[in-house]
């Protein structure tokens, strides 16, 4: 096999695919990209076990073939010749790159041990089509309240709903849950999945547009194409858990507040306990203000803020980061906090656009907060 191919094409594509291999495995062909030079062009595809991505570039082929290398290091060593056009050559033991004036050669594993991972059949799938805008702001609210443990895998991922044309995100960790929602342009009926945490990340880092994006879901694969680049994703089974089951219907205390407000009244109480196990901070919320605390062997804070308080007074501690990261991904100034007591779970969203919720566990402190 030989082709020329343009360096930054290849790196680009290169560093795509390669977050696919797999990483401290006892199967070495999973770390590899595997490269076939066909026609006019390069596919380049990866896949660890959980998750495929494949490429498409264009290339000057010069001689039909295909050859595995290690995903990682292929990718670092072409990102680094870049600025050159890179002639690649290969033999049954590996390949030779060459670069300017320079040649460097790099073991190759056979692309016939390349494990098979059909995406065909999409047709006959159900799918679901949403601006891809749309899709990377949905993603991006949700994702980081993936669990990232073990002990539940199925929370290792997101539910994925399509109802009523909206597309509607579920992730949670145990200790907090978000759930947001975007509008569905087209699509085959009603889909219901659960999809790795780690495979929205990787489509919403190549969504860099407002174009129509078109979703394909069966029971066990999701499979989504942008800009000439495949994603084709295992799914999770299981039964997820309902949101309805533990979203309060009621309230007995709301708070609205400014946001950046509190983020910053609450991260700069953080700072004094940074590195304790449970990060928390806790919230006196009286007489139209908010107390914010925090104590640990470095000291403690005690930081004021304006709210507008309708309900009863309420004390109640919690994660400090839990509280930031919901703040964080809401985007009005005016944000609603609503509260049943300091044990139940509570509510962050926007004041006015209701599209994203998130639910927070308290903590139960040695001294319990007074309500």
């Known amino acids: 096999m030989k082709f020329v191919c343009d360096g930054t094409v290849l790196s680009d594509a290169a560093a795509t695919v390669s977050k696919a291999c797999a990483v401290k495995t006892i199967t070495p062909i999973l770390e590899?990209?595997?490269?076939?030079?066909k026609n006019d062009g390069l596919t380049l595809k990866a896949y660890d076990g959980e998750i495929s991505i494949e490429k498409k570039i264009v290339a000057e082929?010069?001689?039909?073939?295909?050859?595995?290398?290690?995903?990682?290091?292929?990718?670092?060593?072409?990102?680094?010749?870049?600025?050159?056009?890179?002639v690649i050559d290969s033999d049954d033991k590996g390949i030779t790159l060459k670069y300017g004036d320079s040649e460097s050669y790099m073991q190759a594993l056979s692309a016939s041990d390349f494990p098979q991972f059909s995406t065909s059949g999409q047709d006959e799938q159900n799918?679901?089509?949403?601006?891809?805008?749309?899709?990377?702001?949905?993603?991006?609210?949700?994702?980081?309240?993936?669990?990232?443990?073990?002990?539940?895998?199925?929370?290792?991922?997101?539910?994925?709903?399509?109802?009523?044309?909206?597309?509607?995100?579920?992730?949670?960790?145990?200790?907090?849950?978000?759930?947001s929602y975007c509008d569905v342009m087209d699509g085959s009926g009603e889909i219901k999945i659960v999809c790795p945490a780690r495979t929205l990340t990787e489509i919403s880092r190549m969504l860099d547009?407002?174009?129509?994006?078109?979703?394909?879901?069966?029971?066990?694969?999701?499979?989504?194409?942008?800009?000439?680049?495949?994603?084709?994703?295992?799914?999770?089974?299981?039964?997820?858990?309902?949101?309805?089951?533990?979203?309060?219907?009621?309230?007995?205390?709301?708070?609205?507040?400014?946001?950046?407000?509190?983020?910053?009244s609450i991260e700069r109480a953080s700072v004094l306990i940074r590195g304790d196990k449970n990060n928390l901070v806790i919230l006196d919320i009286k007489n139209g203000k908010i107390v914010i605390n925090a104590n640990s062997d470095m000291g403690k804070v005690e930081e004021?803020?304006?709210?507008?308080?309708?309900?009863?007074?309420?004390?109640i501690a919690m994660n400090a980061k839990y509280l930031t990261d919901a703040l964080k991904a809401l985007e009005e100034e005016d944000v609603e906090l609503s509260f049943n007591s300091n044990v139940s779970p509570?509510?962050?969203?926007?004041?006015?656009?209701?599209?994203?919720?998130y639910l927070v566990l308290p903590v139960r402190t040695s001294a319990p907060a007074q309500e």
């Not at 590899?32 to 030079?37: E, G, M």
């Not at 694969?221 to 994603?231: A, G, P, R």
Request: net charge negative; aromatic share 8%; proline share 1%.
């Open 127 to 179: 799918y679901f089509e949403t601006k891809e805008s749309d899709l990377k702001k949905l993603i991006s609210k949700v994702v980081f309240c993936c669990a990232t443990d073990e002990s539940r895998p199925i929370l290792k991922g997101c539910l994925l709903e399509t109802v009523d044309n909206k597309l509607t995100a579920t992730a949670l960790d145990g200790f907090r849950m978000a759930c």
């Open 304 to 315: 004021i803020m304006s709210a507008d308080l309708n309900g009863k007074e309420l004390r």
């Open 61 to 86: 082929v010069l001689e039909e073939g295909e050859f595995c290398v290690n995903g990682k290091t292929f990718a670092d060593f072409v990102g680094k010749i870049s600025a050159f056009e890179v």
């Open 32 to 37: 590899c990209i595997k490269i076939q030079a």
């Open 209 to 264: 547009g407002d174009n129509t994006l078109k979703i394909y879901a069966s029971k066990n694969l999701l499979s989504v194409e942008v800009q000439n680049t495949i994603i084709t994703s295992r799914l999770y089974a299981g039964e997820f858990v309902r949101k309805e089951n533990i979203y309060p219907v009621d309230f007995t205390t709301k708070v609205n507040v400014k946001r950046s407000e509190m983020i910053d």
């Open 346 to 357: 509570f509510t962050v969203e926007n004041e006015s656009d209701k599209s994203c919720q």
